[in-house]
T-cell receptor
Framework: GQQLNQSPQSMFIQEGEDVSMNCTSS?????WLWYKQDPGEGPVLLIA?????ELTSNGRLTAQFGITRKDSFLNISASIPSDVGIYFC???????????FGAGTTVTVRA | DAGITQSPRHKVTETGTPVTLRCHQT?????MYWYRQDPGHGLRLIHY???????DKGEVSDGYSVSRSKTEDFLLTLESATSSQTSVYFC?????????????FGPGTRLLVL
């Protein structure tokens, strides 16, 4: 699979703050997915993006498919304690339908 | 929640023993995947299946084999477990297996090889 660069690796945020994370690739992707993983659980799909420039929201989460098709961003607004977890991006290229995953961003919220 | 179960959820085994992990789905999805998750590596594909008896290798397939005799079940076998195979294993399913792919994950199996 193709390696995705996800940043930051980890973040400590204050409750109520907005937070952003992103994924970049050296190759063009046709699909970007964002997952959240709680401790001891499997990743849960948050948002799926299928078109360059697409901006999609799911509650306090907003994700964007970059215009270059080589990056994607996830924003969490007004963070709350249950936002704690690991967030993964995943991308799908045009020639290989298998997903490539970023290494994850660990989010810890200070109450 | 996608209807995916994995068994066992936790297992401790010894080096050199065979181990089989099971993934069971109730969604009748055609595509099934096995991943391993290790710190700093995210999720890496071991093997996948695109139909009954149709399987292929992923990027970290050495030391693993799979079988799919029924749509709902996908088995991952560690033929002779090694300590490097200590990991958390996730099964995923998808309906599409192509463009606009969306995968749904099971709860994981935590494997410790002593």
């Amino acid at each position: 699979g193709q390696q995705l660069n996800q940043s930051p690796q980890s973040m400590f945020i204050q409750e109520g703050e907005d937070v952003s994370m992103n994924c970049t690739s050296s190759n063009i992707f046709n699909t970007w997915l964002w997952y959240k993983q709680d401790p001891g659980e499997g990743p849960v799909l948050l948002i799926a993006l299928y078109k360059a420039g697409e901006l999609t929201s799911n509650g306090r989460l907003t994700a964007q498919f970059g215009i270059t098709r080589k990056d994607s961003f996830l924003n969490i607004s007004a963070s709350i304690p249950s936002d704690v977890g690991i967030y993964f991006c995943a991308g799908q290229g045009s020639n290989d339908y298998k997903l490539s995953f970023g290494a994850g961003t660990t989010v810890t919220v200070r109450a | 929640d996608a209807g995916i179960t994995q068994s066992p959820r936790h297992k401790v085994t010894e080096t050199g023993t065979p181990v089989t992990l099971r993934c069971h789905q109730t969604e009748n999805h055609r595509y099934m995947y096995w991943y391993r998750q290790d710190p700093g590596h995210g999720l890496r594909l071991i093997h996948y299946s695109y139909g009954v008896k149709d399987t292929d290798k992923g990027e970290v397939s050495d030391g693993y084999s799979v079988s799919r005799s029924k749509t709902e079940d996908f088995l991952l076998t560690l033929e002779s477990a090694t300590s490097s195979q200590t990991s958390v294993y996730f099964c995923a399913i998808s309906e599409i297996g192509g463009p606009q792919e969306t995968q749904y994950f099971g709860p994981g199996t935590r494997l410790l090889v002593l």
